[in-house]
T-cell receptor
Framework: EAQVTQNPRYLITVTGKKLTVTCSQN?????MSWYRQDPGLGLRQIYY???????DKGDVPEGYKVSRKEKRNFPLILESPSPNQTSLYFC????????????FGDGTRLSIL | AQSVAQPEDQVNVAEGNPLTVKCTYS??????LFWYVQYPNRGLQFLLK??????LVKGSYGFEAEFNKSQTSFHLKKPSALVSDSALYFC??????????FGAGTRLTVKP
């Protein structure tokens, strides 16, 4: 089954404790992206990647890191999480091309205390 | 930067009635517009897109959307709403550099 898998689905942690949210896709997509969803703000793009070893900042990259060492994986790293990063996070992938839709994972709900 | 706006936070319709979820866009050049739906505890699912061509595009689950260049709108429509259509709907525009910008979302509630 074609899918985007995120882990963990839920995480409660404390300020300053490094965490990684993994994202993996099995559709051989070149494009991958991370978003955060906050009430009233919709989805905002954090980082995206057009291909292996190619990453670019989205609208809200501060406080986040990403890496793309393999085509299928695109982890999101919070080196020193803060409470304002409490949010619902989505990973997405798609074929390269402006007209291509994206496929989304089921989300990771992070609570930073 | 390109953007989309969804002027309604909430839309309520009765089952069997037509529904419209509104979206307006602000872009330079030709817009690449998308609609997605989000069900509880799930990621977004692609419904339909407008790239070029016919102003009325058809998508999944009986949804369609009308592109109107003069009004800079891309409203989502369905002739007869189902209770199962209740969800959060997002309009989005794809930039030239492949950034995807989403609206704030509209919660659709279909009542039996």
């Amino acid at each position: 089954e074609a899918q985007v898998t995120q882990n963990p689905r839920y995480l409660i942690t404390v300020t300053g404790k490094k965490l990684t949210v993994t994202c993996s896709q099995n559709m051989n997509h070149e494009y991958m992206s991370w978003y955060r969803q906050d009430p009233g703000l919709g989805l905002r793009q954090i980082y995206y990647s057009m291909n292996v070893e190619v990453t670019d900042k989205g609208d809200v990259p501060e406080g986040y890191k990403v890496s793309r060492k393999e085509k299928r994986n695109f982890p999101l790293i919070l080196e020193s999480p803060s409470p304002n990063q409490t949010s619902l996070y989505f990973c997405a992938s798609g074929q390269t091309g402006r007209d291509q839709p994206q496929h989304f994972g089921d989300g990771t709900r992070l609570s930073i205390l | 930067a390109q953007s989309v706006a969804q002027p309604e936070d909430q839309v309520n319709v009765a089952e069997g009635n037509p529904l419209t979820v509104k979206c307006t866009y602000s872009v330079s050049g030709n817009p690449y517009l998308f609609w997605y739906v989000q069900y509880p505890n799930r990621g977004l699912q692609f419904l339909l897109k407008y790239i070029t061509g016919d102003n009325l595009v058809k998508g999944s689950y009986g949804f369609e959307a009308e592109f109107n260049k003069s009004q800079t709108s891309f409203h989502l429509k369905k002739p007869s709403a189902l209770v199962s259509d209740s969800a959060l709907y997002f309009c989005a525009v794809r930039e030239y550099n492949n950034d995807m910008r989403f609206g704030a979302g509209t919660r659709l509630t279909v009542k039996p």
